[in-house]
């Protein structure tokens, strides 16, 4: 798992690939400014994207970087993000 990983991402030093996911969450928070959804008050299919990666750490309970950093106080906006999406596709519904 860890060689398809590395084939398919790159190899990266730990703190090469912390510093990649800091940027990437930064991006989707950079580009959510203060908006309800990416591209304005409706949900698009690119909402849909980033809400199935974002969740599934969210939601899945999973221990790594990523998780935790978005866990972070840093990214309090695009946990929100998350949380608008999922409330607007799922409603009551979502259920893990």
Do not use: W
């Amino acid at each position: 798992m860890h060689r398809r990983l590395h084939d398919a991402v790159g190899r990266f030093s730990d703190e090469e690939y912390r510093e990649l996911t800091r940027k990437d969450l930064t991006t989707y928070q950079n580009i959510l400014a203060d908006k309800k959804f990416l591209f304005g008050d409706k949900v698009t299919t690119a909402d849909c994207s980033v809400f199935g990666h974002l969740a599934a750490g969210l939601y899945l309970d999973q221990h790594c970087h990523p998780v935790y950093l978005l866990k972070s106080h840093q990214f309090v906006p695009l946990r929100q993000y998350v949380e608008r999406v999922r409330d607007t596709l799922f409603g009551g519904k979502f259920a893990m």
